[in-house]
């Protein structure tokens, strides 16, 4: 068991935070390219503890920035987004999707000074159907990995959007957790109401798995593995990234993207 202090270090992602600090060093997903439309309105989003909006501006350009505007803290999620910018509609000062400070409309041409303005904006990249960010420090940001889920084609992909409300390591729990299937997932049938051609009738039949589990040079792998036919066994493997790209995950022949605490779910249409 945790101690509450490992556990705070752990699940707490906010800035400042050892996990946050850590997780702010890859890219995460922030939400569906889908969801955003080119000078349509803005879109809420909670990444690592932060009040962020993205938007889509007029050239197609993805922003995802700080969603209060460093003039006086008006949330840009009521902003125009218009002609290659969100204009906040407080003062109408507008911003472009890096966060330079385009227009001041409010402020007399002789004492102007949007170059010295900028928003806090971080680096976007699409890939997928998904919107990446990195919310990191580095002058360059890391390349987004070529996982192989994330090169297939948009008809050999399923993305799928729900929400969690907990933490990023409860999500995780459940993820790479296969012996709660048995309870809760199938925790009312029999053994004999399963089709014995289907891999589920191992589940059901041993509802205690024992585990093993080994380092690897890109993370760690695990596997759950029950009795099968005499002299055999049934293995449920997977695999897991301790960073918020999503989890790459095998079980039986399909492969799946996990990410918490949170709302995205990619996973192969051949599985």
């Known amino acids: 068991m945790l101690t509450a202090a490992n556990n705070e270090m752990l699940t707490r992602v906010g800035p400042g935070m050892p996990m946050g600090n850590l997780m702010r060093e890859y890219w995460i997903p922030a939400c569906l390219s889908s969801e955003l439309k080119a000078d349509g309105e803005p879109m809420r989003l909670m990444l690592l503890g932060e009040q962020l909006i993205a938007f889509r501006d007029t050239d197609d350009r993805v922003g995802i920035m700080e969603h209060r505007c460093p003039h006086r803290c008006a949330s840009l999620f009521f902003g125009r987004n218009e002609e290659g910018g969100l204009r906040c509609v407080y003062h109408g000062w507008k ?6 400070c385009l227009d001041m409309p409010n402020v ?19 890939r997928a159907g998904i ?7 580095r002058k360059e940001a890391p390349s987004l990995p070529n996982v192989e889920v994330l090169m297939l084609p948009d008809e050999e992909r399923l993305t799928r959007v729900h929400m969690r409300e907990c933490n990023w390591f409860q999500s995780l729990e459940g993820d790479i957790d296969t012996s709660h299937f048995g309870f809760l997932h199938v925790g009312g049938v029999k053994t004999e109401d399963v089709d014995p051609t289907t891999i589920n009738r191992w589940a059901v039949g041993e509802r205690a798995p024992d585990y093993k589990s080994t380092e690897t ?9 029950r009795p099968a036919e005499p002299g055999t066994y049934y293995y449920r493997y997977a695999h897991f990234l301790l960073c918020p790209l999503p989890v790459p995950v095998h079980h039986a022949d399909t492969q799946r993207l996990l990410r918490g605490p949170d ?4 996973e192969r249409a051949d599985g």
């Open 263 to 266: 709302r995205l779910h990619l």
């Open 108 to 126: 007399p041409p002789a004492q102007d000074f949007k170059d010295r303005i900028k928003a806090k904006a971080y680096r976007v990249v699409e």
């Open 95 to 100: 911003f472009d999707v890096e966060g330079n």
């Open 217 to 225: 040079e890109w993370g760690t792998m695990y596997a759950a593995y």
């Open 131 to 137: 919107v990446w960010t990195y919310m990191g420090e």
